[in-house]
């Protein structure tokens, strides 16, 4: 997949409202796979709703989302669960991780879908964001900042064109920030993909090809 358009595009909880100035809500926008963005937002401009739409788990907006040209309203589940499989993968700013798991479960479970990356390569990562130590640890007992970093590394275990990163560092110090970033940005090279970063303040630092204020 190359491009997801937006195309006038807003939530229907903003329908009523005539002061929206945007970069995105009621724009025609076309994010392209192997770039970089930034969506800037304040709290309350719908910032984890576009998230959710793109990955359609919600529905309630006008307008409407494409991905190379096909509308995503008239996608089936079979559609859905093979653009989530394959082509789109999301870190949820509430991680939605399982608690009573370990980390190394909580990720296993995902990658198990498509067998997409070694348990040597996963370890790795792990290593390299200092959580080796939490592999066999339940979830339920990690602090948020570790818990954002399983989270991450989740997200990275499947074939993606896009990856959508809602907050990703919004616990995190910078040196962790940074080390994550580099893991990120590595592998979405590694697989030509975009990546979609949301902030409401604190951001990586990465050489955005646009940044669009929600």
């Keep these: 997949m190359n491009c997801i358009q937006l195309d006038n595009t807003l939530p229907n909880v903003f329908l009523q409202r005539a002061d929206i ?3 995105i809500w009621r724009q025609q926008v076309c994010l392209e796979k192997g770039k970089t963005y930034l969506i800037e937002a304040s709290s309350g401009t719908g910032k984890s709703s576009l998230c959710s739409f793109i990955i359609g788990y919600r529905k309630d907006f006008d307008g409407k989302i494409l991905f190379d040209g096909k509308d995503s309203g008239k996608f089936k589940t079979a559609d859905w669960v093979k ?3 394959y082509h789109i993968s999301l870190l949820f700013q509430e991680l ?3 608690p009573e798991l370990t980390a190394m479960e909580n990720v296993e479970i995902k990658n198990s879908l498509t067998g997409f990356k070694s348990k040597q390569e996963i370890e ?3 290593e390299a ?3 080796a130590d939490k592999m066999s640890s339940p979830v339920r007992l990690m602090s ?3 818990q954002q970093r399983v989270a991450m590394i989740r997200a990275l275990v499947q074939p993606f064109d896009f990856l959508l990163a809602d907050e990703p560092i919004s616990h995190l110090d910078e040196t962790n920030s940074q080390i994550m ?3 990120m940005m590595e592998e979405a090279h590694r697989q030509g993909a975009a990546v979609i970063i949301t902030s409401i303040g604190k951001h990586m630092q990465l050489p955005y ?3 669009f204020g929600l």
């Design 181 to 183: 970033a580099d893991i």
């Design 144 to 146: 948020f900042g570790q």
């Design 129 to 131: 964001l200092g959580i």
């Design 83 to 85: 653009l989530r499989q």
């Design 209 to 211: 090809d646009k940044v």
């Design 96 to 98: 939605r991780l399982f």
């Design 21 to 23: 100035q945007s970069d």
């Design 124 to 126: 790795r990562w792990f």
